[in-house]
C-alpha cells in the first residue's frame, strides 16, 4: 500500500470539521417540482412493482439501487422501455471488476433508442445548429435525421462495412457527427472521433490504434472568428491509416469535394428506413481515449447496452430531461460530453449544437447561445462560469433565460464562489448541478438529483446504482474525510475492454491496482455526512483545459522535437479560485536561450500539431525536470509543491533521482501563492 499512502499525502483538507452541520441550502426544490420529476415517479412505480422503499425520498432509493443492484436495473429497463430483441437471462451474470457481465443473452440497438420519438414527433426539432457565423438555429426535425440515418446506414452497409468494423469521424460539434454515429450503431459498427482542432499526431495516435474503415471529414472549422482549413491535416490522416476504405467529405468551409472522396450529400439522399441490428448488450458502441499520460492514449471500448442504459438513467432520472426539453452543453466531438449531449435523444429530447469558441465573440457567447436555442438545460464547464464572473458577465440582465431550470458543469469541480454567482446572475430559484464522472465510464458518479437541495460547493448525491465512496490508504471508506473516489460495484458503462489489451493487463492496471476488485477513479473526494459528494480535484497528471484533458505526453512529444529542448515538464495545476494555471517548464540544451522567439515557436508548435486549447499560461526554464528511480517524470508531487503543500509530504524522498530539482518548484509554488494573495 505504499502508492496508495504516497498518493494521499498532501491532499486537500474538506471544508468543515468532521460531523459538521451543514450551511443552508443555497437552493431547495419547490414541492411541485419534486412531485414531477421523472426520480419520483420511478420511485413510486418501482416501489409498487418491484420493491423499492415507498418513501424516505432519493437517499432511500439510492441505497436500495446499490444494495439491490440486480432488482434495480431490471426495474429501470422496464420503467424506460428498453426494447430487448432477444431477452436477457439474469442482470448480472460475472459480477467481478473487471469483466462484469451484463443482461447476457439480450440484444438490442442504441441507434433504434434514440430515434423512437420520429414515430410521433416526426416534425418536431431533433436537433438545432448554430456556430460562430450564423444567428439562427437550424433545425434538422425527428423525420429528417430518422431519414438521413437510414440512407447513410444503407450506404455504409453497401461500403461493406460490417458490425464491429470501425467507423472515424474528424469533425467539429455539427448535425452531420450526430447521424454518422447514429448510422455506424444502426449497422452495429463502432463510431470513433476527433475535434478538428486536433492536430495530425493526436488524432493517428488514437486512430490508428482501432484501424477504421471509413473516415468523416471536413475541410475545415471555425473558431474564435476565424477559419481553420484543414484539407492537409485530412490528407495526412488518409495517408497514415491504410486500412480505410472510404473517406467522406462534409464542406464545412465550402471547399470542392477531393475526387478520391464521396461527397456527404450523395450519401445522405435516399429513402431507406433505418434498418437497426440487433447486437449483444456488451457490443462495442464507441471508442473512447484517454489523455495519453504516460503514452498512447487507452482506447475505451464502451457497450451499446451499457451506454443506452447509464445515459438514459442519467438523462432522464438524474437531469430530468424530456420531450419538450431542451438540452445545450458546451463540448466538442473530442469530449465525452459529446456523447452525453447525443444520447439526449434518447429521452426524446431536443439537442442543441454548437460549434465554435466558447468565448467568441465575446465571454457572454455560450449564454446567448441558451437564450437563442430556449435551453432547458443548460451544460458547460466550471472554467466558464468563473471566466463570466470574472469578466463581469450579468446573464439575468443580458439574455432571456427564463427557460432555464438547471444549470451543469463539469470539466473541474465548481468553486463556491461559482454557486453564488450563478445564484445571483441567472435566477435565485435556479437549479445548479455541479457533477462529476469520466470518459471511462462516459457518465457521471455524482452530480444531478432535481430532489434534493444544492449546498455551494458540493455536488448534490452519488448517482443511482453507483455505490460511490470515499476510500483510506487502508482500503477503509471514510465520511467527511479526503479519500480516494471508488466504486465498489459495477456499472453498465464500465468499459467493456481497452483496444489492443488481450489479456486486459492494461485495464486493470488503469483502475484496479491499488484496490484490486475496487475502481479506483484518480480523483480526491469527501462523502458529507449530509449525503452530497466533494471534489477536491484529480490526483493523476491529466491535463484537463476546457473540459478538454490531454496528456502530458502528447505535450512532450511535441516540444522535444525542437533542438532547443533538452526536456520538459507541464503541470495542470486547479486554483482555489477555480482557475485552472497550465505552465510548460523547459530544460534547455547547452547554449540555448529561453526569448521570446523560441517561446512564440513552443507555442506554435503546440497549437499546430495538437490543440489551441493546451497551449501553455506561461513557459519557465528550469535546472532540470525531477524523475522516479525508474527514470519517469514526476508529475503529481510538482503539481501539489506548486499547490503549496510541503515538500516532505509532496513527494517520497526516496524515490527521486535529484530531491534538490524539487526545491525549485517548491520556492515557485511559494512565491505564486503569495503573489497571488497580494493580488487579492
Known amino acids: 500500500m505504499t502508492s496508495a499512502t504516497t498518493a494521499h499525502s498532501g491532499q486537500p483538507e474538506p471544508s468543515g470539521s468532521s460531523g459538521a452541520v451543514p450551511a443552508e441550502p443555497l437552493w431547495q426544490p419547490g414541492p411541485e417540482r419534486i412531485a414531477s420529476a421523472a426520480v419520483t415517479r420511478f420511485q413510486a412505480w418501482a416501489a409498487e412493482h418491484h420493491g423499492a422503499p415507498a418513501g424516505g425520498g432519493y437517499p432511500a432509493l439510492h441505497r436500495w439501487s446499490v444494495d439491490h443492484l440486480d432488482t434495480f436495473w431490471a426495474a429501470f429497463t422496464e420503467w424506460a422501455g428498453i426494447r430487448f430483441a432477444m431477452p436477457y437471462r439474469q442482470v448480472l451474470g460475472d459480477r467481478s471488476m473487471p469483466g462484469a457481465e451484463w443482461f447476457p443473452g439480450a440484444t438490442l440497438n442504441y441507434a433504434e433508442h434514440a430515434l423512437r420519438a420520429a414515430a410521433d414527433r416526426p416534425d418536431e426539432p431533433a436537433l438545432l445548429y448554430t456556430d460562430e457565423v450564423h444567428d439562427d438555429l437550424e433545425p434538422l426535425t425527428w423525420g429528417e435525421l430518422y431519414r438521413q440515418v437510414g440512407s447513410l446506414a444503407a450506404c455504409l452497409r453497401a461500403l461493406k462495412v460490417r458490425p ?39 488524432v493517428l495516435d488514437r486512430f490508428q490504434q482501432v484501424e477504421p474503415v471509413v473516415l468523416f471529414t471536413v475541410d475545415g472549422y471555425r473558431y474564435g472568428g476565424k477559419e481553420h482549413d484543414r484539407r492537409e491535416t485530412v490528407a495526412e490522416l488518409v495517408r497514415e491509416l491504410p486500412t480505410v476504405r472510404a473517406v467522406v467529405h462534409i464542406p464545412v468551409l465550402g471547399t470542392p469535394r477531393p475526387s478520391s472522396a464521396l461527397a456527404w450529400s450523395a450519401l445522405t439522399a435516399g429513402d431507406s428506413e433505418p434498418v437497426f441490428e440487433q447486437v449483444p448488450f456488451d457490443h462495442p458502441l464507441w471508442v473512447l481515449y484517454s489523455s495519453g499520460t504516460t503514452g498512447l492514449p ?59 469558441s466558447p468565448g467568441h465573440p465575446d465571454t457572454g457567447a455560450q449564454w446567448r447561445v441558451a437564450e437563442r436555442a430556449g435551453a432547458t438545460l443548460f451544460g458547460t464547464s466550471a472554467a466558464y462560469v468563473m471566466a463570466c464572473r470574472k469578466a463581469g458577465v450579468h446573464p439575468s440582465r443580458d439574455y432571456d433565460l427564463s427557460r432555464v431550470r438547471c444549470v451543469a ?92 489489451d488481450p489479456d486486459g493487463s492494461r485495464y486493470r492496471d488503469s483502475y484496479f491496482d491499488t484496490y484490486p476488485g475496487v475502481w479506483r477513479h484518480g480523483d480526491w473526494i469527501t462523502l458529507t455526512g449530509h449525503g452530497s459528494v466533494i471534489i477536491h480535484g484529480r490526483s493523476d497528471s491529466t491535463l484537463n483545459r476546457q473540459g478538454v484533458r490531454m496528456g502530458s505526453a502528447d505535450i512532450y512529444e511535441a516540444v522535444e522535437r525542437l533542438p532547443e529542448i533538452r526536456e520538459s515538464l507541464v503541470i495542470g495545476v486547479e486554483e482555489a479560485n477555480g482557475g485552472y494555471w497550465m505552465p510548460l517548464f523547459v530544460h534547455l540544451a547547452e547554449g540555448a536561450v529561453l526569448d521570446d522567439e523560441l517561446t512564440d515557436r513552443i507555442k506554435r508548435t503546440i497549437r499546430s500539431q495538437l490543440s489551441p486549447r493546451h497551449v501553455p499560461d506561461e513557459i519557465i526554464a528550469v535546472p532540470g525536470v525531477p524523475h522516479t528511480l525508474t527514470g519517469k517524470r514526476i508529475e503529481v508531487p510538482v503539481k501539489r509543491l506548486l499547490q503549496g503543500t510541503e515538500l516532505t509530504k509532496a513527494v517520497n524522498p526516496g524515490s527521486v533521482d535529484n530531491l534538490g530539482l524539487l526545491s525549485f518548484y517548491q520556492e515557485l509554488g511559494r512565491t505564486r501563492a503569495e503573489r497571488l494573495r497580494q493580488e487579492g
Open 298 to 356: 487507452k482506447a475505451i471500448v464502451q457497450s451499446q447496452g451499457g451506454i443506452l442504459l447509464e445515459h438514459t438513467k442519467q438523462l432522464a432520472l438524474h437531469c430530468d430531461l424530456g420531450p419538450g426539453d431542451r438540452f445545450f452543453w458546451y463540448t466538442s466531438t473530442g469530449w465525452m460530453m459529446w456523447n452525453f449531449l447525443v444520447s439526449g435523444l434518447l429521452t426524446g429530447t431536443t439537442v442543441v449544437l454548437y460549434d465554435g
Open 409 to 500: 458543469t463539469t470539466g473541474s469541480p465548481l468553486p463556491p464562489d461559482g454557486f453564488r454567482w450563478l445564484h445571483d446572475e441567472v435566477a435565485d430559484d435556479l437549479w445548479i448541478a455541479s457533477v462529476s464522472g469520466g470518459t471511462d465510464v462516459c457518465s457521471c458518479f455524482a452530480g444531478a438529483v432535481p430532489t434534493l437541495p444544492v449546498y455551494v460547493g458540493e455536488l448534490q448525491a452519488p448517482c443511482l446504482g453507483t455505490d460511490l465512496q470515499a476510500w483510506d490508504p487502508d482500503g477503509k471508506p471514510v465520511t467527511d474525510e479526503v479519500g480516494e473516489l471508488v466504486v465498489t460495484n459495477p456499472m453498465p458503462s464500465m468499459p467493456v475492454r481497452f483496444w489492443n
Open 164 to 202: 464491429g468494423d470501425r467507423v472515424s469521424g474528424y469533425l467539429p460539434n455539427i448535425p452531420q457527427a450526430v447521424v454518422a454515429l447514429l448510422a455506424s450503431a444502426a449497422v452495429g459498427a463502432v463510431w470513433t472521433s476527433c475535434s478538428p482542432d486536433f492536430g495530425a499526431r493526436s
